[in-house]
């Protein structure tokens, strides 16, 4: 090569880095200052050229995606919802007078292409615009279709979570009722007034009084710090006074002197209430803490979208705040409580639970994301499961596992042996809201198969009169697992 051409070329790879290093400072580091201007309409005009990603189910159904309207430069993307309300709550809505909730905000820079900042400055400089990353999501279509249609059915609000327990894939988060986000430009202040609220995801932003689920929190943590064995033996008869307040198994049935395997297949109040007082607040709170209680699950939703599980006292004007003593011990330990201190837990905690059970005691940390796909066909992201918490022992989890599946087997969710091919480990709760009018919350966490667990769930539905968690949320949970297990 001449002298001539090699500094033509010189000159011109340095015009190149002034260009690339203008436009960086300009649609980077002035991005904010430029956008604060409220006279500059620039980015409101950009964001409705940018394709964003399409979101699918993980066997390929379209979940969200992005139209073309409008021709020439007069073009924008419109985002469209092909499920409808099926996938509402958990996935959300992006529109640009709407803004944006959900899924869709978490993954806002994946879906809009930002995370790449500097591609897409190559991509404006080549006269391209800018386009999203597609997501491969974990969700199950068929079994979100079913979860939802039972919801309905039982004809009171609630929701259903399933988690893969060694991988944390979230393969169902159904809430209902729920909202279609095609609608939401049109009818957004219709769907902020609905009554029960529909914009509400009552798997993770919720939380409500988990009953005799949580018993498997108070046993795992006196089995793993050493407290107790399950041979450990209480006089279980009822009542019992606890705190100056008489305490009453379910029914008012006798037990007698029992051990905690008789006490969890049978969900004997009077035990676990003993048993939570000698673990202790402080033991039980440390337990709480490596199972996830006390902070947001980590789930990609937006944080104003989460809310964190753990016991809460009253606050005034109606509200709560979260505590760490001066609450009763013993109803807490049952999953109840009292104005100085209630558990509360959302589903999606209640899911994890069970899931670190069935994972040999090792909390993964849920993700709703299977792949990331760059607009050029690229795999950039694959679901690479990761431990968010060693939480108990394998032999605790081993414990655990049979006593939950002596639940299924013989006791308060027998009705339900024999629906799981590979059999199934579960808790039964039944949370109790109004006891003069029977008035209980049903709850069911369960995993299958036994031996060797894929999935884990966790159902609640609003509270009825006479309502049971083995007969009201139990048929639910094990029609979920059938249809993921591929049995139903």
Do not use: H
């Amino acid at each position: 090569m001449n002298v001539p051409i090699r500094r033509l070329l010189a000159v011109v790879l340095i015009l190149f880095a002034l260009l690339v290093g203008f436009t960086s400072n300009w649609s980077v580091f002035d991005a904010s200052e430029l956008e604060a201007k409220t006279e500059n309409k620039r980015p409101l005009f950009e964001a409705q050229q940018i394709k964003r990603g399409k979101i699918t189910t993980s066997d390929g159904q379209v979940i969200a995606n992005s139209k073309k309207v409008g021709e020439n430069e007069n073009y924008q993307y419109v985002r469209r919802y092909p499920k409808g309300s099926l996938f509402g709550n958990p996935i959300g809505y992006s529109f640009i007078t709407q803004g944006t909730s959900g899924f869709e905000r978490a993954e806002n820079a994946t879906l809009t292409g930002e995370e790449n900042e500097f591609i897409s400055i190559i991509d404006q400089i080549r006269g391209q615009q800018r386009q999203g990353s597609d997501i491969v999501t974990t969700l199950d279509a068929s079994a979100q279709q079913l979860a939802t249609d039972q919801l309905q059915a039982s004809g009171r609000p609630g929701a259903v979570v399933a988690i893969e327990p060694s991988t944390g894939a979230v393969r169902v988060m159904a809430s209902t009722p729920g909202f279609d986000p095609n609608t939401v430009p049109e009818d957004q202040d219709q769907l902020n007034k609905a009554d029960p609220p529909v914009l509400t995801n009552r798997a993770i932003q919720d939380a409500y009084p988990p009953g005799s689920t949580f018993k498997v929190v108070t046993a795992a943590a006196a089995l793993d710090s050493g407290t107790a064995t399950p041979e450990q033996t209480y006089d279980s008869s009822s009542p019992q006074d606890f705190s100056g307040v008489p305490l009453a198994n379910a029914g008012g049935e006798q037990f007698g002197v029992i051990d905690m395997r008789t006490a969890l297949t049978n969900s004997v109040n009077t035990y676990f209430a003993q048993l939570g007082e000698d673990v202790g607040a402080d033991t039980l709170l440390e337990y709480m803490d490596r199972f996830g209680f006390g902070r947001d699950p980590e789930v990609q939703l937006p944080d104003d979208q989460k809310t964190p599980s753990g016991i809460f006292a009253t606050a005034g004007k109606g509200g709560f705040k979260q505590v760490d003593s001066g609450f009763d011990i013993a109803r807490v330990a049952i999953g109840q409580g009292g104005e100085e201190g209630q558990i509360l837990a959302t589903v999606t905690q209640m899911a994890e639970v069970a899931a670190t059970i069935a994972n040999g005691g090792k909390l993964m940390k849920p993700t709703f994301v299977q792949q990331v796909v760059d607009p050029d066909g690229r795999v950039t992201e694959e679901l690479d499961p990761e431990v968010q918490s060693d939480v108990i022992s394998e032999d605790t989890a081993s414990e655990l596992t049979d006593m939950m599946t002596s639940v299924v087997e013989e006791g308060t969710a027998e009705a339900l042996s024999g629906t799981v091919p590979g059999g199934f480990a579960g808790k039964t709760g039944t949370a109790e809201i109004n006891i003069e009018q029977d008035l209980a919350r049903p709850w069911f966490i369960a995993f299958a198969p036994v031996d060797d667990p894929k999935i884990a769930v966790a159902v609640t539905t609003d509270p009825c009169t006479g309502c049971f968690g083995g007969t009201d949320a139990g048929p639910i949970a094990t029609s979920v697992m059938n249809e993921i297990l591929g049995g139903g």
